[in-house]
């Protein structure tokens, strides 16, 4: 290893390579990271890497490229041993593996450190690498609809919100590195997710209640898109991404960009462009009109690193201009256009060093300014949502700690405030929030154990409490206690086994009090089903693989299904994978939906076949990766049981979709 000194003394600068592991040659484009932090880099034409302001010790650095399966090396840094290899000319080489199957994704969200999704108690799916831009949309939803348990209710390809195992709205929470995403989406069908995935690092997908970290409202689960918006290391040279995308089914033209450079010794800075246009969708029953749409989102961040942590702040705008259909139940007759914008800025304090029981500590603070109008004809206001939010967390992990051998504890306080305008007659509301909360792991060799707790405390304030002809309009407050139990078996086999309990507590969203003359009742509801993937490796670059996932939602008294649920659907693919250039060809099926609730009409199941090549190549000592898709190959008219707009018109026509990517 090559490891040089810089100031001050305890910053150290490590240098490596990584290579084909068969053919020795080297692998632009890798991503290189220190497992359990935040330092990372990516490797220039000839394979080497840079990571910058380590301190002396040892590291477990991670490796990983698209066409190869990840690897791991433990290098030392500052010590005698690290300087005799200096001296010796000795060079850490990390070799990769060519494989068609991705293995060992690590997954941070909701757990107490980073690890393998395979061994974190609640499910966790990680979308990255080819398959991310294999599948990307317009969309978070859409782009994340082919993952077991998940689907998405559409309303046009700018429309979409994501639903986990039959739940959706504010029951699935959606974040932007780690912070809620501050918006209205949850408030309507018509209002998608202020968030655009194109410039997204990877996704990772929380699956089921229990998310503690986050808050008892996430019954579904949880969906954190990562950009490391705040650059988390000082990079030795530039780096970063730019992506181009078109899509023929609503002739889309789509491109995104980030770049990560040093402007001092301990000042990174990142930058992030991304814009978006498309026209109306095109079915194969004819064009459904009023669905183009326009988006631009920028972002810039920059930190200070220092030898104990870093401080760092970011700033982020977005506008998405987009079409609503009409003609549906439900629907505006002549369809409408909605305007929205989000301006936010996010703060963000680590400190690596211990203070006291805690190995680190964690203060994120955030403020989001969110506006959505919802414009009729002649461009007259209809309907308006704004919406003003702070919040402030704190999380302190810690290491062995009496029978503990890990565990996080943390709080949350959080202001909102809601204005409505045009046709809507709900009051402004403010809402704030107080959390508390702790998780514990005990390691008892091959049997884990997790278990934590987690209090809120919710204030809902219509500003003016008074005596109205409906009756009284008053504050509510909603306290509430969630818990959880989890356990996890990892025998000597490979094979592992979990099971977990979740007691949580969802509060009423703001539009959800409704007038003081009614009375909320609630009624139990029962939600069984499986999700089921696998991953064969058939050798020679060969690999299948099949994902089936299903739900039944019912009210428990009467047995009555649960509108908006997803029917038994699934894919089976069939890849041939080499180095440098990829095919795969699938079939996306789905079940009839005949368990439908009231207002809603069965649904015909479907088989649609799409196929997708890809090729990787280094140019300017850069990977390249283009990859070129046929979505929908047969032009099939079928139905998503999940769209608002089924009723008029089907899912997209045959569409090629082109995806080049660069990374630097």
Do not use: C
Not at 31 to 54: E, I, K, P, Y
Not at 189 to 216: K, M, N, Q, W
Not at 270 to 281: C, F, I, P, S
Request: hydrophobic residues 40%.
């Amino acid at each position: 290893p090559r490891a040089s000194a810089q100031e001050p003394e305890r910053a150290y600068v490590f240098e490596g390579h990584v290579r084909d592991a068969g053919t020795g040659q080297p692998l632009a484009g890798a991503q290189v990271s220190v497992v359990g932090g935040d330092t990372r880099a990516v490797t220039r034409g000839d394979g080497s890497f840079h990571l910058t302001g380590l301190a002396a010790g040892g590291y477990v650095l991670r490796a990983e490229r698209l066409g190869y399966r990840g690897a791991t090396v433990v290098v030392t840094v500052g010590t005698e041993r690290a300087r005799r290899a200096v001296a010796e000319s000795a060079e850490v080489v990390i070799e990769l593996t060519p494989s068609p199957i991705a293995l060992d994704n690590l997954v941070v969200t909701a757990t107490i450190s980073e690890r393998a999704a395979a061994e974190a108690l609640r499910p966790v799916s990680v979308m990255t690498g080819d398959v991310l831009q294999r599948q990307m949309t317009a969309t978070v939803a859409g782009t994340l609809a082919s993952m077991p348990g998940l689907a998405a209710t559409r309303m046009g390809p700018s429309v979409a919100q994501p639903v986990i195992r039959g739940l959706g709205g504010d029951r699935v929470l959606m974040l932007e590195d780690g912070i809620a995403v501050g918006d209205a989406s949850n408030a309507g069908a018509d209002h998608t997710t202020a968030l655009d995935p194109s410039s997204a690092r990877r996704i990772e997908v929380v699956r089921g209640p229990g998310a503690l970290i986050y808050g008892g409202n996430a019954l579904g689960g949880v969906i954190n898109v990562i950009r490391d918006e705040i650059p988390t290391a000082v990079p030795h040279h530039l780096t970063g991404a730019a992506t181009m995308q078109t899509q023929t089914a609503t002739g889309s033209l789509a491109g995104s960009a980030t770049a990560v450079f040093a402007v001092a010794e301990r000042v990174p800075v990142r930058v992030e462009v991304a814009a978006r246009t498309a026209g109306d969708l095109k079915t194969p029953a004819g064009t459904l009109l009023n669905t183009d749409g326009e988006l631009w989102s920028g972002s810039a961040g920059t930190a200070w690193v220092t030898d104990w942590g870093r401080l760092g702040t970011s700033f982020r705008g977005y506008r998405n201009y987009y079409g609503i259909p009409g003609g549906f139940v439900g629907g505006h007759e002549q369809g409408v256009r909605i305007e929205m914008e989000r301006v936010s800025s996010k703060f963000r304090t680590v400190v690596d060093e211990r203070v006291g029981p805690f190995r680190n500590l964690r203060f994120d603070a955030t403020h989001s300014w969110y506006t959505h109008r919802e414009l009729e004809a002649a461009d007259i206001l209809g309907t308006l949502f704004e919406q003003q939010s702070a919040s402030a967390d704190v999380l302190g992990r810690h290491g062995r700690w009496g029978p503990f051998n890990a565990g996080a504890m943390g709080g949350r306080a959080s202001w909102q405030d809601f204005g409505y305008g045009g046709s809507l007659h709900t009051p402004d509301t403010r809402r704030l929030k107080a959390a508390l909360y702790v998780l514990e792991e005990i390691d008892l060799g091959p049997v884990q154990i997790e278990s934590g707790l987690r209090y809120d405390w919710t204030l809902v304030d219509p500003g003016e409490d008074r005596i109205s002809d409906i009756g009284e309009i008053r504050d509510r407050s909603f306290p509430s206690l969630s818990g959880s139990l989890g356990v996890l078996y990892k025998s000597a086999s490979g094979l592992v086994l979990g099971a977990s309990v979740v007691r949580a507590f969802r509060t009423p969203d703001v539009t959800e009090h409704g007038p003081p003359i009614y009375q909320f009742r609630g009624n139990d509801a029962v939600f069984t089903g499986f999700e089921a993937s696998v991953d064969v490796d058939a050798g020679r670059g060969l690999a299948l693989e099949g994902v089936a996932s299903s739900v039944k939602a019912s009210l428990k008294e009467t047995g009555q299904a649960l509108p908006l649920v997803p029917p038994l659907k699934g894919h089976v693919a069939l890849k041939y994978e080499r180095p440098s250039w990829y095919v795969r060809a699938e079939a996306e099926m789905a079940n009839r939906q005949d368990r439908v609730g009231e207002f809603e009409t069965p649904t015909q199941g479907y088989t649609v076949f799409n196929g997708t090549a890809g090729v990787r190549f280094t140019f300017g000592g850069r990977l390249n990766v283009l990859t070129v898709s046929l979505a929908n190959a047969a032009n099939t008219e079928y139905r998503n049981h999940l769209s608002r707009v089924k009723e008029i018109m089907p899912e997209a026509a045959r569409s090629l979709n082109v995806n080049y990517r660069v990374v630097f």
